[in-house]
């Protein structure tokens, strides 16, 4: 990784735009997911982020900066302009260097010394948006199937930033038939365009939010709706109520683990018979980073560590089987640009609410009597998934105990 301090800063740029289509091309191409603009005083600092890690890519004269955004803001179609609101929308770049499409989701935000941009890069890889490659155990994938064969009711992806909670509940899209049911979505902003499925942009300057088009769709007559997320009481309302009348809804909410999802909908005044009534499944979810296949070697877990590793394993495997567990690290290589990682592993958590949690849930139970009980009828925790993910030879110890 580069040291700030020996990166010269950049006076001159002869063509803009060819800066910029290098920019694009070179965050595509180290699989970076997001590009910082940020300004400084006396420089424009460039950053990728890859696998949750900053890397630097340049650092250009402060006196590029209305240059840079308004060629930004022309490419995503914002006000040119406007430098004292924040602005959002997506630029379709066409990498003739990689031969893709991406959709890059722009942002911009007023600082000090000028703005701030940051540039999520959407790509619109198929592969991904499938319930079997987004690394779900077997015994995990067999029950959220048995949850998908149900007619209505809620499932939630509960995330923190940046979990990839829009590839799962689009894999989740994709394991139905479009033309077979009505299918229709509310995102914001739109990400992967699918075939056959009505796809909404919601744009609250013209006051269509969520909530607003919750109550236009239903009159739709849909089968399937997803709601890009659930942020207040009434949108949580309007989803409980859809999937009371026969729909089935999906959506994400911002929460840390699967049960603490059941107390933040109480938190937003949500009635606990509403929840139990309602709410089927609950997915939670981190990345974890991917070791190398080419430079991981196995080596010998420490006593400290095994022990560890029986505490958190031993609701679903007994001290022999956990023994006879293998783990790996890493050397690094060539292949990984001597990161040792390449790219990233889902972790899951995956809460079922079946009968035996509706007691618990009307007695106004805690986030950690329904974990607990949860555990007691086999669900396989987060920190349990990352484990046996590294025991997997996926990812690596140091990367499942980050959970924690």
Request: charged share 30%.
């Amino acid at each position: 990784m580069k040291d700030i301090d020996d990166i010269k800063i950049k006076k001159e740029i002869p063509d803009v735009i060819n800066y910029i289509d290098n920019l694009f091309d070179s965050a595509i191409t180290d699989d970076a997911s997001d590009i910082h603009i940020e300004s400084l005083k006396n420089y424009l600092l460039i950053r990728f982020r890859k696998d949750w890690d900053f890397i630097i890519f340049d650092k250009v004269s402060i006196d590029y900066a209305p240059t840079i955004t308004t060629r930004l803001k022309v490419l995503s179609r914002v006000k040119i302009d406007e430098s004292k609101k924040p602005q959002d929308w997506k630029i379709a770049y066409i990498s003739t260097k990689k031969n893709i499409t991406v959709d890059i989701r722009l942002s911009t935000l007023p600082t000090v010394y000028w703005e701030k941009v940051v540039m999520r890069i959407l790509r619109q890889d198929d592969s991904l948006i499938n319930i079997e490659t987004i690394w779900l155990l077997d015994i995990t994938l067999e029950r959220v199937k048995q949850a998908l064969k149900s007619k209505y009711w809620i499932i939630l992806v509960a995330w923190p930033t940046w979990s990839w909670k829009s590839t799962t509940l689009f894999s989740i899209i994709k394991n139905f038939n479009p033309l077979e049911y009505n299918i229709s979505t509310l995102e914001d902003p739109v990400e992967y365009n699918m075939d056959f499925v009505n796809q909404s942009q919601i744009r609250p300057e013209i006051w269509y939010t969520f909530a607003s088009w919750l109550r236009s769709l239903v009159r739709q007559d849909p089968d399937i709706i997803m709601v890009w997320e659930i942020r207040d009481k009434e949108t949580a309302l309007l989803s409980i109520e859809a999937a009371l009348t026969w729909h089935l809804v999906l959506s994400t909410i911002h929460t840390n683990s699967a049960s603490s999802t059941i107390q933040r909908l109480t938190n937003m005044w949500i009635e606990p018979f509403l929840i139990s009534s309602a709410v089927k499944m609950i997915i939670s979810q981190r990345l974890a980073k991917r070791i190398c296949k080419h430079c991981k070697k196995e080596f010998r877990v420490d006593e400290i560590i095994r022990e560890k590793i029986k505490s958190e394993l031993n609701d679903i495997m007994d001290n022999e089987e956990i023994d006879k567990l293998i783990f790996y690290k890493w050397i690094w290589c060539e292949y990984c640009k001597w990161t040792w990682y390449k790219w990233r592993v889902w972790i899951h958590e995956v809460l079922i609410l079946w009968e035996y949690l509706e007691k618990s849930i009307l007695s106004s139970a805690t986030a950690n009597e329904i974990h607990k009980m949860a555990k007691k009828e086999w669900m396989i925790t987060i920190i349990q998934d990352a484990i046996l993910k590294a025991a997997m030879w996926n990812t690596t110890l140091d990367e499942a105990f980050k959970l924690i």
